[in-house]
Structures are given as C-alpha cells and as structure tokens.
C-alpha cells in the first residue's frame, strides 16, 4: 500500500489557540459566542474553510466537540464559534467556564460546507430557528461583503427563536435588518413587551413571507420540529429538493471519516455533510 | 527470479522467530492462561504457538492498539504544551491466516482513505511486516472460501509460512519487507524442487476444494432494500449488546477518542468502541439517531456489507468465524448472509 501518506500532518493534533472574546448571546446565558485566534498566525492560513464546515473544539483534559463554524472565511484574523451548553455536556460545560486569554486546541476545518459554486448568481433563502443559526450567521457575513456581494442576486433572511432574548447576534440582525441588500425577518413564537418584530412560529412566517423560488437556493437549520413543518411550506411554494439544502448535527469523533459513528447509511456526516440537499436527504434512511 | 523459500523445521521455530525478535515486535499466536489461542505480544519465542487455528484475539491490535495515545500534554494556568508520542517501533505480525491479512486490507483501505489519511495508523503500518500463514485444513467456523478467500493464498504478506510434510514450514519471501528478514532466516536451507513442488500441491489441493463463494453484490443490492425488514428484529431479538462481535473481530475498527488525566497531565488516547453500544451514537442533548438494539445490529451488518462496499468496494468481513464463536446469543453471520440473499426474493420492500 501507499505509505507515502504518511508524511501528512497527524490530523488529531490540534492547532493551538487563544480564546479572545467571549459573548453571552442568550437570556438563558446557555449560547455564547467564542472568538479564537491562532498561537501560531500561519495556523489561520491552513485552516482555510468555507462556510458551513465545522471543526473540533478541544479542551485538554476534556475532550473534543464539533461545531460549526460561525465566523466568516473572510474574517481573517479570528474564527467563531457559538456554543450551547449542555448540563451533560463536559467539553461545551468547561468551554463556558472559560474566559479570554484561556489557550486551547482547534481541529479541522471538517465536512462540505454550503454550495457556494451553486449558489453563484442565484437568489439565496437562509432560514433559521434557534441556535442552529450559527452556520448561517457565517453565511450572511461571507455574503454581505463588498467582495462577495455581487455574487448572488436577493438575500432573503427569516430567522426565528423561542424569545426576543433567544435571538443570537442580535446586534447583527438589528444592522442586517436596516439594510437594504437583504431583506431580514425576524420572529419570536410569543409576543413581548418591546418586541417590534413578527410573532409566529417560522413555518407559519416562511408562508406568509412567501420567498421566491424563482432561480433561487434555500438555506436551513434549525430544530427538528422546524424542518418538519417548514419543509413543506417550502415544497408549496415550488421550491425543488435539490434546491434546498440542510446541514446534519451528529455525535462525532475523529471528524475525518475513519472512527465510524456519524453515518447517516453510506454517508458520513462528517466528509459528506454536514451538509445535504433535501433531494440526498430523501434517499437516505431516516437514522438521524 | 525464483522467489526465495527457506525450509524451517518446527523444531527451530523458536530460533527463527527468536532472531525475528531482534530489534522488533512480534505478534503472534499464543495461548493465554486458560489455554485459549490469542494474538499476543512476544516475550519468548517459544511462546508462538504452531498448534493454534484461528486465534480468538485478532491480531488488529498490532495497526489499531487498544488504547492508542494520540499526544501527551501538559497544562498551566495560561500555558498548555502538546508533545507527540515516540515513533512506532518496527513490528511483524507473525502466523496470520490469509483471512486476517485481508482484514489488514480493509484497515488499510479505511485509514488511508482521503481526504484525512490517518497519520498515526500509517506511521505503524509502514514499520510492520505480515507473515501470513497456510491452512492446509479448513478450521471450523471459518468461511473465508465463500468470500473468495483462500486459506492457502499468499498475497498481500511480506513473507508466508507453508506447512510441509514431516513437521516442516516453508519461509516465501515475497516483498522487500521480507527480504529484510533476511537475518532472521539466512540460516535455514533453501527449498529444493522437491518441496517448491509441494507448496505448489499444496496450493492447487486447497484451490481444489474451493465452495461457490457467496454473491456479495446481490447481497449488497438486497440490503438496500431491506433497511425496514423484519430480518433486523430476529437478529437483534437474542442480542445483548454486548459488543463481542466488534471487539474480536479483525476488520471493525471504530473508535472513540477519550481524554486521561492525572492532575495537569494527560493524554488523548484512541481506545476501540463498537457501534453495538447505545452511547456510541447519542448526542448531548440526550437524541439518540440509533434508538435500540435493533438498530445497532442493522448498522453492523449494513456496515459490513454495504456502506462499506460502497466506499471502498471491499466487503468488511474475510470469513474467520470468531464472532460466530464469541456471540452469547448464537448469532450466526453465516445464517445472516444466506437469510439476506433469499430474503430479498421472497420480500418486497
């Protein structure tokens, strides 16, 4: 066999980081935001991503976990993460203790990433509930700068959460919301007091916004039972299955394919996805 | 070129497999306390035990070691250093059935496969030398042949063992690797045409008593088809999980990787897991993809003999029998197989 590929950097050792900045982006104080530079700044040059790949996160003497990648590629200097922690969770539970200057590990970038070649020139729908907005907020940043702009036709937003304080980046959506390259419709499941947005559950928004499927390519994530309902709003509108494109969450290891855990049939989550389109979704068995 | 063969009497095994020691690692068939045949590490020649069929153990510890440190570290309050562990060690892999170098294969083919080669494999893997070994019988519960494995096929192994008449092995030398085992076996005589016509006999006898190999491609297109039959409740029925079948099998390979710390030092290890256990697939959040039992089976079996083919066109079984021989519950891989190709004909899906 081949051992000439063993010259290859060992894909398991991290590269070191510095975490410097964190931001609660929730009320419940559960989400937050992590802003990490490279120890070693030609580090940021190999980990040269897309948007809506993911990497390992790595605490020592905890663990690894995958998230994904919340920043922009074009954001040069840092990458983002946003994070929700679980009380089972022993790598996001130590990763929300930390605080700036805390040094930790940083593996990939992983996975497939939005279709950026597809989306050129189209009408790009991004919808979102929750914290699963991370990839997207990546997404919107990519696509709203001045370089990348001009690389897709209408940007259409509808992003939704339980609360007005569930809303991640809000700032950002307050600045996305007054501009008029993109057209953002924030929603809460209930009214409250100062909340100037729509109320209703995303589905029920994305049917009432009515986006264009004309030449268009949609974008989602989101919680389960969002995806269950808003799918077929968006087939009632005439957008096609292979348009449509979702990212997958899975328990994952190794990140590269080989520890056998994220599969989704023949797919791995982790070099297949996480990224699918509804049409590759459809001929996979429903294990996820 | 003729090939180099060396004659070894049985009698002088331990001295080859004694000089095979110097300066590397052997692993080979030995018997453990309670007289059970395991691939194990050598700590005297004499340990190789020539009397074992198909070991219980496999030897995949050699490439994929049980507990694998990925780095060791060191933390400070602000300051945390990494250091990797010391290169493998030169290694050979002595007695393996032509069934377990195929499963060497199947490694081979998932840890080399882009787009992340795994490094720590391939680092091991390019310091280990195969010795295979011929089966002139056929042991029980294997059924390599219905995979088209033969029990006497040499290829893929750096040199093979053959049985002879009168308590005698013969040493093929096939590749480089082997040839640096040149020390090792410089003392013994080379085979004469007597006994090259043997080992050809031989060959020929075991070809001779090939059964129709089982049609992995129907089986593999009937599994697609069967993913909600009910074939997975009767499998998966006597099961209890208990992973044996994973861990003793010489193709499965998942692992998980684990964390193990003593105050502010530590090591990120690679330990073997099994997707036959509920943990192996749930989330955080408490979300379980693989929900039951039933599921876990499914998986090792589409594993196997689908996803697996599908990505590397090499079914991830050879055929050695030792998960039919570990399984509590009596499941039979066999059985299984056979069931899923008449299945599908009686079945729509």
């Keep these: 066999m081949n051992t000439d590929k063993n010259t290859k950097p060992n894909p398991y050792i991290p590269y070191p980081v510095t975490i410097d900045r964190v931001v609660v982006e929730n009320e419940a104080r559960d989400i937050k935001t992590f802003r990490l530079v490279f120890q070693n700044p030609e580090d940021r040059r190999r980990f040269d991503f897309r948007v809506g790949q993911f990497a390992e996160l790595s605490l020592l003497g905890f663990g690894e976990s995958p998230i994904g990648i919340a920043s922009s590629p074009l954001d040069r200097d840092y990458v983002e993460f946003t994070v929700k922690q679980y009380p089972t969770g022993v790598v996001t539970t130590e990763l929300h203790n930390a605080e700036p200057g805390r040094p930790m590990g940083l593996r990939g970038p992983m996975g497939n990433g939005f279709p950026l070649e597809k989306m050129a020139g189209k009408n790009i729908v991004i919808i979102s509930g929750g914290f699963a907005v991370t990839t997207l907020r990546a997404t919107i940043r990519y696509l709203l700068h001045p370089d990348i702009r001009s690389s897709v036709k209408n940007i259409t937003v509808i992003y939704g959460a339980r609360s007005p304080g569930e809303l991640c980046y809000k700032d950002e959506f307050a600045e996305w919301s007054k501009r008029k390259d993109i057209a953002v419709t924030l929603t809460v499941d209930n009214a409250a007091q100062g909340w100037k947005g729509r109320v209703g559950f995303v589905p029920a928004v994305v049917a009432d916004v009515k986006p264009s ?14 995806l269950k309902y808003t799918m077929p709003e968006l087939t009632k509108l005439g957008f096609k299955p292979g348009d449509t494109y979702l990212s997958f969450e899975m328990r994952m290891k190794c990140g590269i394919g080989k520890c056998g855990r994220c599969n989704i049939g023949p797919k791995y989550v982790c070099i297949d996805g996480p990224v699918f389109s509804l049409a590759e979704v459809s001929t996979l068995p429903a294990e996820y | 070129m003729t090939k180099e063969i060396r004659i070894i009497p049985l009698t002088d095994m331990p001295a080859f497999v004694g000089a095979l020691m110097q300066g590397r690692k052997v692993l ?43 780095f060791r570290y060191h933390r400070e309050k602000g300051k945390e250093t990494v250091s990797p562990p010391p290169p493998p060690e030169p290694q050979a892999v002595l007695g393996l059935h032509p069934c377990d170098v195929q499963a060497v294969k199947v490694l081979d083919a998932v840890f080399s496969a882009e787009p992340s080669p795994d490094q720590p494999y391939l680092e091991r893997r390019a310091v280990t030398t195969l010795i295979g070994r011929g089966f002139s019988e056929d042991e029980p519960l294997v059924f390599c042949r219905e995979l088209g494995i033969d029990p006497m096929d040499n290829r893929d192994c750096d040199a093979f063992l053959v049985p002879l008449a009168a308590n005698r092995m013969a040493l093929e030398i096939l590749t480089d690797k082997g040839a640096a085992l040149k020390p090792a076996y410089e003392r013994f005589p080379p085979a004469g045409a007597e006994d090259r016509a043997a080992i050809a006999e031989a060959r020929k006898l075991s070809q001779a008593r090939s059964t129709p190999p089982l049609d992995m491609a129907a089986i593999q297109r009937n599994l697609e088809t069967i993913f909600n039959s009910d074939l997975w409740n009767r499998i998966h029925e006597p099961c209890v999980g208990c992973g044996a079948c994973a861990f003793l099998c010489p193709t499965c390979h998942c692992f998980d990787i684990q964390e193990e710390t003593r105050g502010l030092d530590g090591a990120r290890v690679r330990v073997w897991d099994t997707c036959q256990f509920d943990l192996f697939t749930r989330h955080a959040s408490g979300h379980n993809p693989r929900t039951s039992q039933k ?55």
């Design chain 1, 213 to 226: 499927p004309l030449d268009a390519v949609c974008l989602i994530c989101g919680p389960p039972v969002m």
């Design chain 2, 28 to 70: 080979a068939p030995t018997r453990n306390d309670d007289g059970l045949c395991v691939f194990a590490w050598l700590s005297a020649p004499e340990q190789a035990d020539w009397t074992c069929g198909i070991p219980r153990v496999p030897p995949k510890q050699a490439l994929l070691p049980r507990t694998e440190v990925f």
């Design chain 2, 295 to 349: 599921e876990r089976s499914r998986q090792r079996i589409m594993h196997k003999f689908s996803y697996g083919v599908d990505r590397f066109h090499i079914p991830f079984c050879v055929g050695c029998g030792r998960c039919i021989a570990a399984c509590p519950a009596h499941n039979d891989v066999r059985q299984i197989l056979k069931e899923i190709q008449d299945l599908a004909k009686a079945e729509k899906p």
